[in-house]
């Protein structure tokens, strides 16, 4: 027996070791999902390096950790600009086909795309930095895989990696993770379908399915490129990314369709929905100023605090006609007749808000991290989804029955005022929401915790080759059985062949004989 | 604030309150891995019912529940007698071909099955104790699907199931829990491959797969034709297992090949080893009295105990040349020279003697218990497979080179003494097992309390809809996209058809002009 506690023993110790953590993170929202975990690996006493670039929104220092920032050839004012522009542009427009959406989405994720790409060779062909990275020697990288440069390092290192991702553009974590997901019931990104799809839409979503490939290829030219010439070798993003050891996906089954996982995925949807705090006096008496109506929470993300002025008027000339009080973070020009029940903000604490119990309404454009406040709070939403993922996150809310949706392109009052109205009056919404948030809520295990823990087993066992499927070592031929099916034809046809000349064989024999005898 | 701090308390009392829970459990080792979730679920507080046939092997009373028993038409001698008679022709064989073995494991499933169906029939057809069963008004039902007697009570009652199973005989979890299994990597069971398939194999296994829903259609004859009469309606066990709101998964990937899980899948591999206890003075004395030799644990399941003369000669002529002791269950006929370095036992505390670290080796026949155990304390295995699932167990553990494997009909004390020389010797064993052994016992929460949480779960929530795939709405061809192939054919051909009558009339019309002008 005493062996056995020696055992368990040393394997206490193994887990209690401190390992060493490269970071490579996202800047923007996709952020705000990675600190936490950042930090409590530090905290737990990990050497964690966080590898910035000098310009970005979110990024910065985090507790316990070490932050290496490295130059990069753009300002901050020319990366606002860039950004503002493309928002702007997409805003402002009034009437929009389903082609401007398209260019709407495209054009932003150039943006992105383009700032990535930026960052991903200031960061790789800085010799210095690398090297220091190198003599690091980190035990595993822990990167958001819509910036390429913390899978291209983790490959060019030979360490394991760990992604930690909201959703990816052009669904490439299912090749790269080799996840089923049958067109029949599992909506592409970006068709704003939800698992129950008619006849027509599953044709739709089964074409997506094939150009899935094509739009990847598209979407990630410059990385293969840059990841080629650093890596010495033909490669790409996709080829890179299936090493991943492990996947923290950033979504719960309240919110995505219920279908197939991988055993290196692990769901920590809602990770960032903290713990309520109390709100600062002035707010908490604007909002108890409610009475019994409560009061709304409006933000359109951490990118959009501006709307074009004949925008705004349609929300303001809305919130004029309903006796809730609003909180809305807007930097916008303000008209002289706003209305008094709403207050403007250039921050507004959204967790807080949603967590009081007098908040009815929540206005929000569908990022993932609002979203999962909302379900986390049991308050219902009217959703405005802008770009990116959010067509899809709202589409999945307003299947659940807890969210009515808008148009950002031809909003009005009215339109506001009927799905404020809506969500708020009609109960089913609340108790809808109020179960997605019980169900939400009821986990063994913290999705903090659980991505804590999942980066340190990488740490510890240098991977997680345990849970790599064998899919990874077939070709799309192999995967999907075509050489098999090839095979068993080859030996029907031989088979057939076989037979047919054999009959023919007899059958000619027995004419011969049989002319034998007539001529005998 | 309060608000929120008054949900919470809620939630926590919600999760709390003691709920009814029915359990109807599978005999045999089968009871071994349920036993303690519904063990502590009574402690939790909760109503938890066991009822089980008044015949069985392992079946019986458990701490804090209420065991009702029900009356079957057999007797205990006439069960055993039936198990003995099948196990005793199985080890008899001395040379079997493939056939043999395919017959052996249908024997085996039927003398299984037809328990399981007598067991069935008594209990649903039990007016009284089923009118008593309903009046408990029950939250959700835990059964092993392996019986159908659980999961057809459920669909009865309209109650949430929970499956708790190991290996379903012809796979029935697949096409029950809509779980994609690509045949090129992901082995049929029976076949004994591993994930690495060759072409052929990867023919057969596409083969098997193809020809799973025949077998499953088989297997299930007797209990589809019982609950078709019982429910009153036409209906099958796929259809009815189906249902099932959570499927606790009795596997771990440590030891099963990586490969897609459904959101409703829970795996608690390795559940039923507990942690090791104390020897008995007499067995610490003989196993310490092996020295540096250590010793070896040898048990073939709780169903053989016995082996025919001849092939027991073969075990004990092998102990006899090697150093380390054996402890050997056997209740059959002793030699009169057998060696002093056996010990002989009716029954062996398993656990806890893998648990020494003086243990050597573990020669096991593959079930799934004494698997686990094996990994959980790194013990390397020579497996001698029976029956059922045993032969796949047997591979999953020699692909990761933790065990060598010999056949029960053609074993020799030579084929023996090598494998276990291998096994003890070849230090490759034992490293890959303790590695196995690290990542097996490395999780964020124990297989016990995962099981817990989620049968309380599916109580609290009446169910875990949320987890419940869209692809059961499907049909076989619109799941795999068939009409939609056949929608995208038919646009296809319309095109060509109406193109080539449009040329065909242009061409038409153009020839006729200029006949015309040639006439003129």
């Not at 293969?224 to 490669?235: K, N, Q």
């Not at 909003?411 to 005022?417: F, V, W």
């Not at 929401?433 to 986990?443: G, V």
């Not at 049989?514 to 001529?519: E, G, I």
């Amino acid at each position: 027996m005493a062996g056995v506690q020696v055992l368990l023993g040393l394997l206490c110790l193994s887990s209690a070791q401190a390992g060493k953590l490269l970071v490579v993170p996202m800047d923007g929202s996709h952020w705000i999902g990675m600190k936490p975990v950042v930090q409590e690996l530090g905290k737990r006493g990990h050497q964690v390096v966080v590898v910035i670039p000098e310009v970005s929104m979110t990024l910065g220092s985090s507790e316990h950790t070490t932050t290496i920032t490295y130059p990069v050839p753009y300002t901050e004012e020319e990366m606002y600009e860039s950004f503002k522009a493309g928002m702007a542009k997409i805003i402002s427009q009034n009437i929009v086909t389903e082609l401007d959406k398209l260019q709407n989405f495209i054009l932003l994720l150039d943006i992105v795309g383009e700032v990535s790409v930026r960052n991903c060779e200031s960061l790789l062909f800085n010799k210095t930095l690398m090297q220091k990275l190198k003599d690091w020697d980190f035990d595993a990288v822990l990167t958001d895989p819509f910036d390429p440069t913390g899978a291209i390092i983790a490959e060019h290192f030979s360490i394991p990696s760990i992604f930690m991702q909201v959703n990816l553009a052009c669904g490439v974590d299912f090749p790269a993770t080799q996840c089923p997901s049958p067109a029949s019931y599992v909506p592409q990104r970006y068709t704003f379908y939800t698992d129950q799809m008619s006849l027509w839409q599953r044709t739709v979503n089964l074409m997506r399915t094939f150009l899935q490939p094509m739009a990847c290829r598209h979407l990630y030219t410059q990385a293969d490129e840059i990841a080629s010439r650093f890596l010495r070798r033909e490669t790409s993003m996709v080829e890179i990314m299936s090493h991943a050891a492990l996947w923290l996906m950033r979504f719960d089954f309240v919110f995505e369709f219920p279908r197939a996982v991988m055993p290196n995925m692990v769901m920590i949807g809602g990770i960032s929905a903290a713990k309520p705090k109390a709100l600062p006096t002035d707010l908490e008496e604007f909002v108890n100023g409610s009475g019994e109506h409560g009061f709304i929470v409006f933000t359109l993300g951490s990118m959009v605090s501006e709307l074009p002025e004949v925008k705004a008027k349609e929300f303001f000339d809305a919130f004029r006609q309903i006796p809730q009080r609003v909180l809305w973070r807007y930097t916008g020009v303000v008209p002289k007749d706003a209305p008094k029940n709403v207050k403007l903000m250039k921050w507004l604490p959204q967790n807080d808000l949603l967590a009081h119990p007098k908040a009815k309404a929540f206005i929000t454009h569908g990022g993932t991290h609002g979203l999962y406040e909302g379900i986390c709070n049991g308050v219902p939403m009217v959703m405005i989804p802008l770009f990116g993922d959010q067509g899809d996150n709202v589409q999945r809310m307003v299947a659940r029955g807890v969210a009515e949706t808008l148009n950002i392109y031809d909003i009005t009052s009215e339109k506001l005022l009927v799905a404020l109205r809506k969500v708020i009056h009609d109960k089913s919404y609340k108790e809808k929401m109020m179960k997605l948030s019980a169900i939400h809520r009821d986990r063994p295990i913290e999705p903090l915790d659980l991505a804590v823990f999942w980066t340190e087993f990488v740490m510890r066992h240098k991977g997680a080759d345990h849970l790599r499927p064998a899919a990874h070592d077939l070709n799309w031929v192999q995967y999907h059985s075509l050489d098999v099916i090839g095979f068993l034809l080859l030996i029907l046809v031989t088979v057939m062949f076989v037979t047919f000349k054999s009959c023919m064989f007899c059958f000619r024999r027995c004419l011969r004989k049989s002319q034998k005898k007539k001529n005998e």
